[in-house]
């Protein structure tokens, strides 16, 4: 007979500290020096805390627990939201040997390797994922390259990429959105990834302008036509990008006065009168992001990302007031959504994706890992690469879009292949973290680390007896192999 | 505590007969006349449909070209691909005096000449939409216009096809995301690799097979999780017992070393391993040709290699086998008649359909050419849709796959398949 083994209550919960000091005794054995313990949650608002930034970080690690619940989650959240206020000193370290980042996109088309850009890319964000302590704020880095999604290796796109990771998503993740999107709409990546860069008076392209207004701000069925696409086209004709046989500097945003219709257009029931030149898109990015259907959209795919798959109608209708309500300040939206009832509620509940899952491993485990291959590979085997979705709507944002046979047997393997240290661009000092020879107070350490808690009793005995039965490995191994790959790894 | 169920436990478990089976509000004609999972050669077997989504929306008026309609020269000077000019591969390959095939389908052309590949032209979704993503979701789900119905159209005829088939291998998407014309509840398997497809990846310890039991049992306990592990395990369990070692193609086919051409390979494996696999899914996405399409070389035309030698190859690394397979393949919608400014295309609406196999009526060009005059053209300049993809579809359904069930396969769709396309036999 299989165990009787629940998912829903795979965790202590409060009401278990008698039990939990008989476990730990007087003095329980340090661990290694590099290990910060977490202690274990005393009060519901210590285990909501732990839930919580399993929610809102790619994985938390013990000081970032032990921060929150020092100020409280609303203060740990305001911080989180003023990243330059939070020291990321330790990330230099595992970015520095990275040359592309800073470069210009001539320096980038002068490289002699074609794929360092885009491969440099990747390694930085999942670097930057798994070290940085600006973990919101990655997540929303993460979030926007999704919605304004560019196909790294499309075109010129595998150099200009970087220079949109840059100055376009970073600065302004945290900001406003229609500074946001006026950045994407000049981002030469961009109008090369949606062909804007190519599109004229005489022949206007309407790639970018159609998902410009499906993707990026209204969403499908907010009741534009396909003449407001041809019209808003129409308004972008001359955005394009410098590239050699222009002349001058090679991948920045020029607006061609001569390639632009400057006939008067009509967008959403709004008039763009004849003449404007330029200022055609910067009146289309006003209409745009002031418009209710994008507040509606935008809203939509936050509480999709924080709080569930399919998010509470009265949640998202609150989040897109706070977003029309503040002009489309992303900190209040993620405000709203961060401190609401849903939000807590739902905590535990929420699917990870494949980066969630690969990144929030590495970083709970303490890892030392370059994030290169293997590491990457299995990633991409699992179908999510940053940057590598083809596709202008990003990589889908559910668990049902992601749950199935393939991905389950990548993260079984992303799992064995951590726990024996397989992998040769990542190291885990497994009995450093365990502190531990006794199964007893291995099995509890390493649920702390990954969960913020320890397990439910009928779970840790499971796992205490499948460990014991692996003889030809130590403890410290089998039960993080089972633990990352077990089913409660999946979620946060 | 530690009671091991064995492994052949978990191929029993896979190979039990669905409920369906004993359910009494099937109907008869619904219920199981083919074993689908018998020991190999055993007849008969159920027929195989291979479903090839090409994704971006492909322009179909320059894949099976319409030269003998001088709109099409006048509204493309750059991209169109000139008339047919035997001997000349810069031209293209007539078919029936009317349309002609890119020269990149040239692998094709021998299985044309064999009757054994059929086009549909000014076919596709008759929901207006101009959005890959709404466009693709409504032909994948089977209903145009409609959102409401969640589940796909490959997984509504799996429902209702009944054949007693309990295999985990009858319907495989190949890719790291299943398509929405496999959501449902019959379970699909997602699959990459059958190569890396087992627990251990790099990792082949002796302590892999005690994973796998612990990591089953743990799963079993999770309501969302534990079918979908229980499922991927039983897979494991079947490409163990029946797919072993490096695969050779039959009869000197040669697959290209594509992502589209190794899928293709893999799904010709399995049908030769007889795993029981039903239907299948592959994708060849990059069709979003807005900008530098290329007329005989470039983005477009690369696609167009890549298409038609891997499926020349699997035509012909299956051999006899075609005869109970049917590829399909069809795009989200087709692309704007007139070229624009950037030697490319926007998009549009009607497209051609591809069906490949040796079970039809083929080269034989099907659907009613509407032409590409100002007046024929629908909004806002896109070949109009005469043939409704349901129809072929529905075709091969109920005469491929013997699934009289159409109007749960495609509810709401009442256009009858009168097409020709598929045998009767």
Same mark, same amino acid.
């Given at each position: 007979?299989?165990q ?20 730990w ?17 005393s ?5 909501f805390?732990?839930a ?22 609303n ?14 000193s ?7 040997h990275?040359t ?16 360092q850009?885009?491969?440099?890319l990747v ?7 798994v070290?940085?302590r ?9 979030? !926007? ?7 790294v ?12 990771d840059?100055?376009?998503i ?46 990026h ?7 534009y ?7 808003v ?6 955005w ?13 945003f ?30 289309l990015a006003?209409?745009?992001a ?5 507040a ?27 977003f029309?309500?503040?002009h489309?300040d ?8 961060l401190?609401?009832d ?31 291959n293997?590491?990457a590979?299995m ?45 040769s661009?990542?190291?885990?000092? !497994? ?11 291995i ?17 840790r ?24 790959a ?7 | 505590?530690?009671n091991?169920?064995s ?10 007969l ?12 619904y ?13 008969p ?27 099409y ?5 750059t ?6 000019d ?14 002609g ?13 064999d009757?054994?590949?059929a ?11 101009h959005?890959?993503?709404d466009?693709?979701?409504?032909m ?6 409609e ?15 009944a ?24 379970p ?13 990846g ?9 994973f ?7 799963y079993?306990?999770?309501p ?20 072993s ?21 893999q ?7 007889e ?5 299948a899914t ?17 983005n ?10 891997s ?5 012909h690394?299956l ?11 069809m ?8 070229e624009?400014?950037g ?15 040796k ?6 060009i ?20 005469t ?7 529905s ?17 709401g769709f009442?256009?009858?398949p ?8």
């Open positions: 007979m299989n009787p083994l629940s998912r829903r209550d795979f965790l202590k919960f409060a009401g278990f500290t008698s039990v939990a000091a008989a476990l005794g007087c003095a329980p054995q340090s661990p290694s020096p590099t290990f910060i313990p977490i202690e274990i949650p009060n519901s608002e210590d285990e805390i732990v919580a930034l399993r929610r809102i970080t790619f994985g938390p690690l013990p000081e970032e627990i032990n921060r929150a619940r020092q100020i409280g989650f203060n740990f959240v305001e911080e989180q939201l003023w990243p330059q206020t939070i020291d990321d330790a990330l230099a370290q595992h970015i520095d990275l592309v980042l800073d470069m210009s996109a001539s320096e980038l088309l002068d490289l002699e390797k074609r794929l850009p885009a491969t440099e390694q930085a964000t999942l670097l930057r994922a070290y940085s600006r973990q919101l704020y990655e997540i929303m880095v993460n979030f !926007w390259s999704d919605h304004f999604n560019i196909y290796l499309k075109t010129k796109d595998r150099f200009l990429k970087i220079i949109d840059r100055e376009v970073r600065p302004n993740a945290l900001g406003n959105f229609r500074e946001l999107l006026s950045a994407s709409m000049h981002s030469p990546a961009m109008l090369i990834y949606l062909d804007n860069a190519s599109s004229t008076k005489d022949g206007p392209v309407e790639n970018y302008a159609r998902e410009l207004m499906e993707l701000t209204l969403g499908v069925s907010s009741g036509s396909q003449t407001d696409v041809i019209e086209a129409r308004a972008l004709t001359g394009s990008v410098t590239l050699p046989r222009n002349g001058g500097e090679i991948g920045k020029i607006f061609h006065e001569q390639t632009h219709d400057n006939n008067p257009k009509r967008i959403l029931g709004v008039d763009f009168p004849a003449g404007q030149g330029i200022k055609d898109g910067e009146q006003d209409l745009l002031s418009h209710p259907a994008t509606e959209h935008v809203a939509y795919k936050l509480a999709r990302r924080f709080v569930s798959d399919s998010p509470p109608p009265a949640l998202v209708s609150q989040a897109a007031s706070a029309q309500a503040s489309g992303i900190r209040a939206v993620l405000k709203l959504i401190f609401s849903e939000f807590r509620a739902s905590l535990g509940m929420k699917l990870k994706r494949p980066l969630e899952y690969v990144v929030s491993a590495l970083r709970q485990t303490g890892a030392n890992t370059t994030v290169n293997p590491s590979k990633l991409r085997q699992m179908g999510q690469l940053p940057f590598y979705c083809p596709s202008p709507n990003g990589y889908p944002d559910t668990g049902t879009a992601w749950l199935n046979s393939n991905d389950l047997m990548a993260r079984w393997n992303f799992a064995l292949g951590l726990a024996t240290n397989t992998f661009d990542t190291q885990i000092d !497994w009995e450093g973290l365990a502190g531990s020879a006794e199964p007893e107070k099995i509890d350490t390493l649920s702390l680390r990954l969960f913020g808690n320890l397990l439910a009793d009928d779970v005995q499971y796992i205490l007896g499948q460990a014991s039965d692996i003889k030809t490995m130590r403890p410290a191994f089998s039960m993080a192999a089972l633990l990352l077990s089913p409660y790894f999946q979620y946060r | 505590m530690k091991k169920f492994r052949r436990d978990f191929l029993k478990s896979a190979l039990a669905p409920a369906w089976i004993l359910d009494p509000r099937i109907p008869n004609q219920r199981p006349r083919f074993t689908v999972l018998a020991p190999k050669g055993q007849e077997r159920a027929n195989i449909m291979i479903c090839i989504f090409l994704r971006g929306g492909m322009d179909g008026l320059n894949v099976v070209i319409p030269h003998g309609d001088a709109d020269y006048r509204l493309r000077p991209l169109a691909i000139a008339e047919p035997s001997g000349n591969d810069t031209t293209g390959i007539d078919l029936d005096g009317f349309f095939l890119h020269p990149a389908l040239r692998p094709l052309k021998d299985i044309w000449d009757k054994g590949l086009f549909i032209h000014a076919a596709g979704s008759p929901d207006p939409t959005s890959h993503f466009a693709m979701d409504y994948e789900r089977g209903t145009p216009g959102k409401q119905i969640p589940t796909g159209w490959l997984a509504r005829h799996l429902q209702v096809a054949n007693e088939n309990g295999s985990p291998f009858r319907a495989v998407g190949f890719g790291t995301l299943l398509p929405s014309s496999l959501r449902g509840p019959v699909a398997l997602a699959l990459q690799s059958i190569a890396d497809f087992h627990l251990g790099k990792y082949q310890g002796d302590e892999v097979d005690q796998q039991n612990a990591i089953f049992e743990m079993a306990a999770d969302t999780l534990g079918s979908r592990a229980d499922f991927t395990f039983s897979a494991v369990q079947v490409l163990e017992s029946v797919v070692g490096e695969y050779t193609a039959s009869h000197g086919a040669q697959y290209p070393e594509t992502e589209f051409g190794q899928s293709l390979k799904v010709a494996q399995l049908i030769k391993a795993v029981g696999l039903e239907v592959v994708d060849l996405g990059g069709w979003d040709t807005h900008v530098d399409q290329g007329s005989l070389k470039g477009m035309p690369a696609l167009l290699t890549d298409l038609s030698k499926l020349a190859a699997f035509y690394d051999g006899d086998t075609m005869k109970r397979v049917t590829v399909v393949a795009s989200e919608f087709g692309r704007r008649a007139s624009n400014g030697q490319g295309t926007d998009h549009g609406h009607g497209n051609v359909m591809l069906s490949m196999g079970s039809l009526n083929g080269g034989k099907y659907g009613q050419w509407p032409g590409l005059s100002a007046e024929a053209l629908v909004s806002p300049g896109d070949l109009a849709i043939t409704d993809f349901r129809s072929v579809l075709e091969l359904v109920s005469k491929h796959l013997h699934n009289p069930a159409l109007e749960q396969v495609f509810p009442t256009e009858f009168t097409l020709g396309l598929a045998k009767d036999i």
